[in-house]
């Protein structure tokens, strides 16, 4: 009976225990509780000040078209005029390139009586690699520097300017400058610019110029018949082309030779971020009778136009 009675004695202590030690485990349960509680929001708070940055968005396009066969057959025959139809100088040559994801082009030949006629296209989609600067800014700024090398009226140098800034001081300053009315800069600080700020169509023109020659660039005469210099705003080059895709300029050499003389019309202009480039020459051997600026320029424009509308299909 003893231990009985040992066991008694001892019971209302271990209760007290017990009960002590419960509210010291809830006492340490709730201030846990609490503590993680928060934790977790200040933790929340700064998880979204430090977020991954956003990358660019992407450009529109994505692909190219093909670039022989981006000309409807109704404009190669006015811009290439005196060939039968079915003609295979319609179907024009492609222009090799490392990846036609990238850039595509073809060339287009022309031979008559009175002289010889080029064509060229020329389509570059741009993609950048650096993940702050979309592919459009990229385009613009490669744009950018084209219209510089050709002298473009009121386009500056986006080189000058950080790349984020470009897009719209560049923007502003290409195509919303008014167009030149007069006085264009000196076709012999521009000639050799022309062809080498408009990617891939110079190998056009290059063609068949004599190698013994020496290129004098200089102001058409007003007594060539037909030539359409007298319109004034209206063929002055270089000039920006406000209603054409995002950015367009155009510019207007007359060359001459010791073999003849030659007008070379470059329009280039960006969609997104995609630059094409049209070169349109005509050559003749007699001096006497100088390549209408009007048509070929405005020849040049509608067919800018029409890619504009293919590149969207």
Same mark, same amino acid.
């Given at each position: 009976?003893?231990?009985?009675?040992?066991?008694? !004695?001892?019971? /209302?202590?271990?209760?007290?225990?017990?009960?002590?030690?419960?509210?010291?485990?809830? $006492?340490?349960?709730l201030?846990?509780?609490?503590?993680?509680?928060s934790?977790?929001?200040?933790?929340?708070? &700064?998880?979204?000040?430090?977020?991954a940055?956003?990358?660019a968005?992407?450009?529109?396009?994505?692909? +190219? /078209?093909?670039?022989?066969?981006?000309?409807?057959?109704?404009?190669?025959?006015? +811009?290439?005029?005196?060939?039968?139809?079915d003609? &295979?100088?319609?179907?024009?040559?492609?222009?090799v390139?490392?990846?036609?994801?990238?850039?595509?082009?073809?060339?287009?030949?022309?031979?008559?009586?009175s002289?010889?006629r080029? +064509?060229?296209?020329?389509?570059?989609?741009?993609?950048s690699?650096? /993940?702050?600067?979309s592919?459009?800014?990229q385009?613009?700024?490669r744009?950018?520097k084209? !219209?510089?090398?050709?002298?473009v009226?009121?386009?500056? %140098?986006?080189?000058?300017?950080?790349?984020?800034? $470009?897009?719209?001081?560049?923007?502003?300053?290409?195509?919303?400058?008014?167009?030149?009315k007069?006085?264009?800069?000196?076709k012999s600080?521009?000639a050799?610019?022309?062809?080498?700020?408009?990617?891939a169509?110079?190998?056009g023109?290059?063609?068949?110029?004599?190698a013994? %020659?020496t290129?004098t660039?200089?102001?058409?005469?007003?007594?060539?018949?037909?030539?359409?210099?007298?319109?004034g705003?209206e063929?002055? !080059?270089?000039?920006? +082309?406000?209603?054409? !895709?995002d950015?367009?300029?155009?510019?207007?050499?007359?060359i001459?030779?010791?073999?003849?003389?030659?007008?070379?019309?470059?329009?280039?202009f960006?969609?997104s971020n995609?630059i094409?480039?049209?070169?349109?020459?005509?050559?003749?051997t %007699?001096k006497?009778?100088?390549?209408?600026?009007?048509e070929l320029?405005?020849?040049?424009e509608?067919?800018a136009?029409?890619?504009?509308?293919?590149l969207?299909e």
């Amino acid at each position: 009976m003893q231990p009985a009675q040992q066991r008694r !004695a001892y019971a /209302p202590g271990a209760a007290r225990a017990v009960a002590v030690l419960a509210t010291v485990l809830a $006492a340490i349960g709730l201030s846990g509780c609490s503590g993680s509680g928060s934790g977790q929001g200040h933790d929340d708070g &700064k998880s979204g000040d430090s977020g991954a940055p956003v990358a660019a968005a992407p450009g529109k396009y994505r692909t +190219l /078209p093909e670039a022989c066969g981006a000309v409807s057959s109704k404009t190669l025959q006015k +811009l290439l005029p005196g060939a039968d139809e079915d003609d &295979k100088v319609y179907d024009g040559q492609a222009t090799v390139t490392f990846d036609t994801e990238r850039r595509v082009g073809c060339r287009w030949k022309l031979e008559t009586g009175s002289g010889t006629r080029y +064509l060229s296209l020329d389509f570059e989609r741009v993609v950048s690699y650096d /993940p702050k600067i979309s592919d459009d800014d990229q385009a613009e700024e490669r744009y950018q520097k084209k !219209a510089v090398a050709a002298h473009v009226p009121g386009v500056s %140098d986006a080189s000058s300017t950080p790349s984020g800034s $470009a897009s719209g001081s560049g923007a502003g300053s290409g195509s919303g400058s008014p167009k030149s009315k007069g006085t264009a800069p000196s076709k012999s600080s521009s000639a050799s610019s022309g062809s080498s700020g408009s990617g891939a169509g110079g190998e056009g023109s290059e063609i068949d110029a004599p190698a013994a %020659d020496t290129p004098t660039p200089e102001t058409p005469t007003t007594d060539g018949a037909g030539t359409g210099d007298g319109d004034g705003a209206e063929t002055a !080059a270089p000039r920006v +082309l406000d209603d054409l !895709a995002d950015d367009a300029f155009l510019d207007d050499q007359l060359i001459t030779t010791d073999s003849g003389i030659h007008r070379d019309v470059t329009v280039v202009f960006r969609s997104s971020n995609v630059i094409a480039t049209i070169e349109y020459d005509q050559w003749t051997t %007699d001096k006497k009778h100088i390549p209408s600026s009007e048509e070929l320029q405005v020849n040049a424009e509608d067919l800018a136009q029409e890619l504009t509308g293919r590149l969207n299909e």
